[in-house]
């Protein structure tokens, strides 16, 4: 299927590790121009020289997406180098696994600023920007925790939870301007911002889903591409789930001993 994304313009908020970076790179490999945001310079400039060095067309943005006046130099650089936003791909996402009494207001803060106000700060300025864009789309990263929080997640499943409800307001609000909007919600994936606990509760974690493993983060990037295609040209408005069944049953472990 030609998922039709060549010289598409797609930027992908933390897109230096994880996740996003697999984005980029399914991206890339489908002839789309790849810009790549993220905080940690360092990454980000391993993972745009990946792809420049793989023939792809691919920049990178460097800043924290949770600043105001960093998303606005951001935009400004996008107009600037490009004149127009195609895909907006909402990636970044932090966690604090602490409960809540050992949760500071200042942790509380920070991770709802990276989860839910730079979704707000990147959906405002991004609009402008897609005037000249053809069928251009907005998808937002939510998670599992978005329907199922877990303990020692209150803020991060609070943060997620908001992410599918705005996802439903910008869907409603923005198919005025020819911008779809829709979301996605991966299941636990293989990447560094649960490392800690894979080390300590992973096998348990994979008995409690259905598929009996963790995602790699290409599976879930595979289906974020397709989303941002004209191939999804319908899906609008909702959450869709890639995380191995994790919800559709309570025990799955309960055949696993
Ligand atoms: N890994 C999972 O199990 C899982 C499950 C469900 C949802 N998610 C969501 O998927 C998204 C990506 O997760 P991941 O596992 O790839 O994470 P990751 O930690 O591997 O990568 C996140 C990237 O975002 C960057 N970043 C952090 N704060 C930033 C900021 N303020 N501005 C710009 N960049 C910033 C980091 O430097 C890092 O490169 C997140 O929204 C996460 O909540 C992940």
């Known amino acids: 299927m030609d998922l039709k994304l060549k010289n598409k313009v797609v930027l992908i908020t933390g897109g230096a590790r994880g996740i996003g970076k697999a984005i980029g790179t399914c991206m890339a490999e489908e002839g789309a121009i790849v810009v790549l945001n993220d905080l940690d310079a360092v990454a980000l400039k391993e993972a745009v020289g990946a792809l420049v060095e793989a023939g792809y067309a691919a920049t990178g943005i460097c800043g924290d997406v949770a600043d105001p ?40 803060k920070k991770e709802l600023a990276v989860n839910l106000d730079a979704m707000f700060l990147t959906s405002k300025a991004v609009v402008p920007l897609m005037a000249g864009a053809k069928h251009p789309v907005i998808l937002n990263g939510g998670s599992f925790a978005c329907f199922m929080p877990a303990l020692g997640y209150g803020c991060y499943a609070a943060g997620k939870a908001a992410v599918e409800s705005f996802t439903k307001s910008l869907c409603g609000e923005l198919a005025e301007k020819g911008i779809r909007v ?76």
């Not at 609008?236 to 995380?243: K, P, T």
Request: aromatic share 6%; proline share 3%.
């Open 69 to 108: 006046q960093c998303v606005a130099r951001m935009f400004s650089e996008m107009e600037e180098t490009f004149g127009r936003v195609d895909i907006l791909i909402n990636n970044v996402g932090i966690n604090h696994d602490v409960m809540l009494m050992d949760l500071s207001y200042e942790q509380w």
């Open 182 to 257: 829709a979301g996605y919600a991966p299941g636990v994936t293989n990447t560094d911002i649960n490392r800690e606990l894979f080390a300590h509760e992973g096998a348990r974690m994979c008995r409690q889903i259905p598929l009996n493993r963790v995602a790699e983060p290409e599976e879930i990037a595979r289906v974020v591409v397709f989303l941002a295609s004209e191939a999804a040209s319908y899906v609008a408005g909702c959450m869709v789930r890639i995380d191995g069944g994790k919800l559709c049953v309570q025990n799955a472990d309960r055949l696993r001993g």
